[in-house]
């Protein structure tokens, strides 16, 4: 009787401890995913922020999701053994495309793991791994409604690299409209110098525009960029990340990601409020609000 009742003292810290060790048991020893990358990216996108987007989506998940860090100068052979030594059986493999290779050497000596490639399209023939490309229409489409908003009836310019496609110039025409603006935006080349920014009330920067953000001006930024938000200028207002991660992220929350071997996916960036950067918590709460709208549900 007497050691019942010293085993009941303690019982409610037995619980405690169960409650606790079991689930953490459960989650170290399912099946991880690995995100390959190299130390450019990392740099980047900022090293604590890599850190906390890994717990943040292993949180998510529930299953350990991990960075593992490939040296640039590397062949496809020594990275594809980097990945192996690095777990066992992964529940997938996440290659960027650059090492599109080294994926096809890993998928040969694993064929039972998923392996994503994101960053590229799915070549003619390939019939082992799955390639994930951004939602270019969903991003625009959600960046017009932001910029809209932002714009306040002034006109919107959005700076691209290259040439931008009929159906997504459409897409984010329809944003701007859905968001009550009446004026066509203007499409420039990042290499373009344009001066009469008085009519302009937002600038969505699509490419790299050093020059523009060399101006300083103080007109609201929608920035589609790998980089930390907190590291660029205060009038960036919303970021659009389509890094490996953010895509890995996206995929890894749908349902149907591990349903076939090779296809296409299209997943959207991952939109952000950059915190502290917009004033009005109505403002706040309404962006919030835009960057979660489906461009495929209009």
Known sequence: MRDFRGIKKYLPLIVIFLFISIPLGVFLFRSPVLIVT??????????????????KVSAELFRRVAA???????????????????????????FPYRYLQAARMYKENRPKTQVFITGGQKPVG????????????????????????????????????????????????????????TSDPIYLNTQSDYSPYSDIGCVV?????VRYLDRSLAIPIILFSWADPAET??????????????????????????????????????????????????????????????????
């Open 68 to 94: 593992v860090t490939v040296a640039e100068s590397a062949g496809p052979d020594l990275a594809a053994l980097i990945v192996e030594k690095t777990a066992r059986s992964p529940k997938a493999v996440f």
């Open 38 to 55: 190299d130390s450019s990216f990392t740099q980047v996108y900022g090293p604590l922020r890599l850190k906390l987007k890994g717990l």
């Open 205 to 209: 920067i699509a490419g790299a525009v």
């Open 126 to 181: 390939e019939t082992e791994l799955c390639f994930v490309l951004t939602d270019t229409a969903e991003d625009l489409y959600r960046a017009g409604l932001c910029a809209s908003m932002l714009a306040g009836g002034k006109r919107v310019i959005i700076f691209m690299d290259g040439t931008m496609r009929s159906e997504n110039r459409e897409a984010f025409r329809e944003g701007l409209r859905a968001q009550g603006s």
């Open 233 to 298: 200028p205060l009038t960036v207002k919303l970021s659009f990340d389509d890094s490996p991660w953010a895509l890995a992220a996206g995929v890894l929350k749908s349902p149907s990601a591990f349903s076939a071997e090779s296809r296409e996916i299209l997943i959207p960036s991952q939109a952000s409020v950059v915190s502290g950067r917009i004033e009005d918590k109505n403002d706040f709460r309404k962006l919030q609000g835009l960057i979660k709208e489906n461009f495929r549900k209009k």
